[in-house]
C-alpha cells in the first residue's frame, strides 16, 4: 500500500491537477481570513472552505490515471487498493492544506471574540479549527468518493453532483460539518472554545463507509 500512495502522489503532483483546488483553497482564503478578524470566524471560514476543495481533490485523484494504466495497476495490485491508495492521497492533501490554513489562521486573527469582549487562547483555538477541518476534509472526502469514479463515471454527472453534494452537507443542519462551523461562530461570540470531537467521530465514520463503498464497486465493476 505504501508504494501506491507513493505512485498516487506521483501522479498527483506531475499532473498539476491539483493547482485549480489550490488557488480555490487560497483565494477563499485570501477573502475570508484578514488581519484582526477573530480568530474563531476566521477558523471557521477556513475549515468550511476546506470542504469542496476537499471533493475536488477527490475527483482529481480518482480521474487522474489514464485508463490504460489504471488497469495495469488494478491488475497488479487489485483495484480497491489502487482506488483507496487515490482517495488515501487526496485526504493527505487535503489535511496538508488544513494545517497550513489553521497556521495562517492563527498567525493573523484576533485572539479575542467578536467585539473583543473576551481573550480567545489561540492554541485552543488552533485546536479547534484543526479538528473542525478535519471534520471538513473527512466529509468533502466522502462526497468525492460518492460522487465520481466508480459510480459516477460521466464528467457531466459527477461534476455537478460532486459541487451539490458538497454545499448540501456543508449547509444541511445535521451535518457534522455546519455543527463544527456553526460552533466555531457561536464559539467567537462566547468566547469559549470546545473541540468537536463528536462531530469528528462521526465524520470519520460517514467518510469510512463512503469510501468503502466505493473501494467495493471499483473491485466489482474493474
Do not use: K
Not at 476534509?137 to 466522502?142: E, N, Q
Not at 459527477?158 to 443542519?173: C, D, E, H, K
Request: glycine share 10%; with cysteine; aromatic share 4%.
Amino acid at each position: 500500500m505504501t508504494a501506491l500512495l507513493r505512485y498516487q502522489a506521483a501522479l498527483l503532483l506531475r499532473s498539476h491537477r491539483w493547482l485549480p483546488p489550490l488557488l480555490l483553497y487560497g483565494a477563499s482564503m485570501a477573502v475570508g481570513v484578514q488581519g484582526g478578524q477573530p480568530i474563531l470566524d476566521c477558523a471557521g471560514w477556513a475549515a468550511a472552505t476546506l470542504l469542496p476543495v476537499t471533493a475536488w481533490l477527490v475527483r482529481v485523484c480518482v480521474t487522474n490515471e489514464p485508463s490504460a494504466a489504471r488497469d495495469c495497476s488494478a491488475a497488479a495490485a487489485g483495484p480497491w487498493r489502487v482506488h483507496l491508495a487515490a482517495v488515501g492521497v487526496a485526504l493527505g492533501a487535503a489535511l496538508l492544506l488544513a494545517a497550513v490554513g489553521v497556521a495562517v489562521v492563527a498567525a493573523v486573527g484576533d485572539p479575542h471574540s467578536t467585539g473583543r469582549r473576551a481573550a480567545v487562547p489561540v492554541g485552543s483555538a488552533a485546536a479547534a479549527g484543526l479538528a473542525a477541518a478535519a471534520v471538513c476534509a473527512l466529509l468533502g472526502t466522502a462526497v468525492g468518493a460518492l460522487c465520481n469514479r466508480p459510480l459516477l463515471r460521466s464528467t457531466a454527472w459527477a461534476v455537478p453532483s460532486t459541487l451539490l453534494a458538497a454545499f448540501v452537507v456543508l449547509f444541511a443542519g445535521a451535518s457534522p460539518a455546519n455543527a463544527v462551523v456553526t460552533g466555531l461562530v457561536t464559539g467567537s461570540r462566547t468566547g469559549v472554545v470546545s473541540i468537536p470531537w463528536l462531530p469528528l467521530a462521526a465524520a470519520g465514520a460517514l467518510a469510512a463507509g463512503a469510501v468503502a463503498v466505493a473501494c467495493a464497486l471499483a473491485s466489482r465493476r474493474t
